[in-house]
């Protein structure tokens, strides 16, 4: 399968702090995207890394893509309560125009 | 505008029942999907449109019943629905169903069959 695998599957921590959250896959990709999700509502695009990007910032957002170990990570630098939510990776799949498959995903608690 | 619109939020429905879903974008997008969410698990692939041809079905049963009457809307039809398909549906849209476009997503419906 493709389908991408966070861990770990839950994080919970202080306001404030850095919440660092991992996803592997399993085949050679073009592209990984990170996804949030608030509690029973539709998932927001977050970032998109290429395959031959290996970090890229938007704002607290920090993400990482190691092709050679198949992983990617995505840090969330002074975590406020807001950012509260599950975070997915999703990826393609190199060759073809599949859509995207999503990890399991991160559950995120961030604690006021 | 860059919202995905799903309608109704919620539904309650008997098995017995026959509803609908829908999903509007107006982002001038040509792929839609639609997705099955059960709680704490990842978004699963239903059905994909391109230019309003079905292009994928991921095997889903024919109670399940996809529609895309024009390029900005997409249409759920349920029939027969099981207690185990309660679940939040979600709609997507990108531009075109390539590997770097980004998904867009409704806020969805959440279905619940007695």
């Known amino acids: 399968s493709q389908q991408g695998e966070e861990d770990p599957q839950a994080l919970s921590i202080q306001e404030g702090e850095n919440a660092t959250m991992n996803c592997s896959y399993k085949t050679s990709i073009n592209n990984l995207q990170w996804y949030r999700q608030n509690s029973g509502r539709g998932l927001v695009h977050l970032i998109l890394i290429r395959s031959n990007e290996r970090e890229k910032h938007s704002g607290r957002l920090r993400v990482t893509l190691d092709t050679s170990k198949k992983s990617s990570s995505l840090l969330i630098t002074a975590s406020r309560a807001a950012d509260t939510a599950s975070y997915f990776c999703a990826t393609d799949r190199r060759w073809g125009n599949t859509p995207l498959v999503f990890g399991k995903g991160t559950r995120l608690s961030v604690i006021a | 505008d860059t919202e995905v619109t799903q309608t109704p939020k919620h539904l309650v429905m008997g098995m017995t029942n026959k509803k609908s879903l829908k999903c509007e974008q107006h982002?001038?997008?040509?792929?839609m999907y639609w997705y099955k969410q059960k709680a704490k698990k990842p978004p699963e692939l239903m059905f994909v449109?391109?230019?309003?041809?079905?292009?994928i079905n991921e095997s889903v049963p024919s109670r399940f019943s996809p529609e895309c009457p024009n390029s900005s809307l997409l249409n759920l039809h349920l029939h027969a629905l099981q207690p185990e398909d309660s679940a939040l549906y979600l709609c997507?849209?990108?531009?075109?169903?390539?590997?770097?476009?980004?998904?867009?997503f409704g806020p969805g419906t959440r279905l619940t069959v007695l």
């Open positions: 449109y391109s230019y309003e041809k079905l292009s």
């Open positions: 997507a849209s990108s531009q075109r169903v390539k590997q770097l476009d980004t998904q867009y």
């Open positions: 982002m001038g997008h040509r792929a």
